[in-house]
């Protein structure tokens, strides 16, 4: 299958903005072997690729652009616990699960915090997220956390605020309460993704950006193509998530890209930061259609929102997301916005992400629906302990079945945004 040659440069995004070294590994030109080739250089790819190398595997690691280039350099930034869709996994796995995946749902943030420590990584990471109620009726699904942290002896902080205490800590009447845990967090998520990348580079993976794969040929010891160059591997994983093409016949209409967008203010005053985020965390509605913000680490208010499934983009981002920041912040009228950029997020119709094996030697990761950075860095080790033959946790996700949407991904994204159409209209409720 011939497939688009993006090289691509960054999106014009504040994290591309303020990164701290832009990446300049080679182009793929000539032929390599290796044990692993992971294709895609997002978390996914990249946690793998480590996680490999810290193991003692040899790995090449292709791109299509640049490290970091999609979801992953472009997200939230917001470090929160889970994996969208484990109750579906645990139920389509007998119901005996429910401890181990809730342990899981935490194993990104503590891969993420030891290599920061580990590994040097400057990404302005923070403590302390905050989910927040919208309307009275959501009030109650908060305390539901609560009980939750209550019952498992939950060691880190955590605490649930009320109106009042909501509307002094985050400076805005728009929330009826919130539950807020500094387990999770938040950070500039492409420095994160530029440092892993190093890490792994420093431990003997092979790197190649601007190498967009063209096709795979299958055996015993798959060959991974690019247009000027090829990989030989023992194994293979795929992790391009929202921008993946590859395995059509295999992966076609398991997942689906949806836009989402940010805007970033310029630096704020500590007088205004003191007002609207004193504690510095990030904040998400529970909203089914979300709104999440936080402070950057040069103190810009980062706002995002409106996840569009249409497949069509706006055309001027920041007349699409500020009217929701001055609906939270109307103190914020007069700021200026520096920064507006959109991307792909993959969402899964079951919201499980969509994890399996082709031919029983090229493995794939993908669609986290928005839930990524954690999520990503489980999978990453998940994928590592499959190629190393412990199947356990791959096997959990692997078992779940996904429903395909017939036809073509245009046509899967319509059906999608009219779902979503019901879920909007149920949050105006």
């Not at 920061?116 to 990584?121: L, P, T, W």
């Not at 795929?238 to 059509?248: F, I, K, R, S, T």
Request: charged share 20%.
């Amino acid at each position: 299958m011939k497939l688009e040659n993006q090289q691509q440069e960054h999106t014009g995004s504040y994290y591309a903005a303020s990164v701290n070294e832009h990446t300049s590994y080679p182009q793929l030109s000539d032929s390599h072997e290796v044990d692993v080739c992971v294709v895609g250089a997002g978390f996914t790819g990249v946690a793998t690729a480590l996680t490999l190398a810290e193991r003692g595997f040899s790995v090449a690691l292709l791109e299509a652009n640049r490290v970091g280039w999609g979801a992953s350099g472009r997200n939230g930034g917001q470090l929160i616990n889970g994996i969208s869709g484990s109750a579906k996994v645990n139920k389509a796995n007998g119901g005996n699960y429910d401890d181990l995946l809730w342990d899981l749902g935490w194993r990104g943030n503590t891969i993420i915090r030891e290599r920061i420590e580990k590994y040097g990584i400057q990404c302005d990471f923070k403590e302390g997220f905050v989910e927040v109620a919208v309307k009275p009726k959501q009030v109650p699904w908060l305390e539901e956390y609560a009980e939750e942290r209550e019952a498992r002896n939950f060691p880190h902080r955590w605490e649930i605020w009320s109106r009042e205490e909501t509307q002094d800590k985050l400076g805005t009447d728009a929330y009826h309460g919130a539950f807020a845990c500094f387990r999770d967090g938040h950070l500039h998520p492409l420095n994160l993704c530029i440092g892993e990348a190093k890490a792994a580079a420093g431990l003997g993976v092979k790197i190649f950006e601007q190498s967009p794969v063209t096709h795979i040929d299958h055996g015993d010891h798959p060959v991974v193509h690019t247009a000027k160059g090829q990989i030989k591997a023992s194994a293979v994983v795929l992790a391009g998530n929202a921008y993946g093409q590859l395995e059509p016949k295999h992966l076609s209409n398991l997942v689906f890209p949806a836009g989402s967008y940010i805007i970033a203010t310029e630096p704020l005053s500590d007088d205004v930061v003191a007002e609207i985020n004193r504690e510095d965390v990030a904040v998400c509605d529970v909203n089914n259609v979300v709104d999440y913000y936080r402070l950057s680490g040069d103190r810009r208010l980062l706002y995002g929102g409106a996840c569009n499934y249409s497949g069509r983009d706006p055309s001027d981002i920041e007349a699409y997301i500020r009217p929701r920041m001055e609906r939270v912040y109307p103190q914020m009228k007069d700021v200026r916005i520096e920064y507006q950029w959109g991307g792909k997020i993959g969402i899964v119709l079951n919201r499980v992400p969509a994890v399996g094996r082709v031919n029983g030697n090229v493995y794939y990761c993908q669609g986290y629906s928005g839930h990524g950075v954690n999520a990503t860095h489980v999978m990453g080790e998940v994928m590592a302990d499959a190629i190393g033959g412990t199947l356990e946790t791959f096997d959990l996700f692997a078992n779940v079945g996904h429903f395909r949407i017939p036809g073509t991904r245009w046509l899967g994204n319509q059906i999608i945004a009219l779902g979503m159409l019901y879920y909007k209209m149920k949050d105006k409720i």
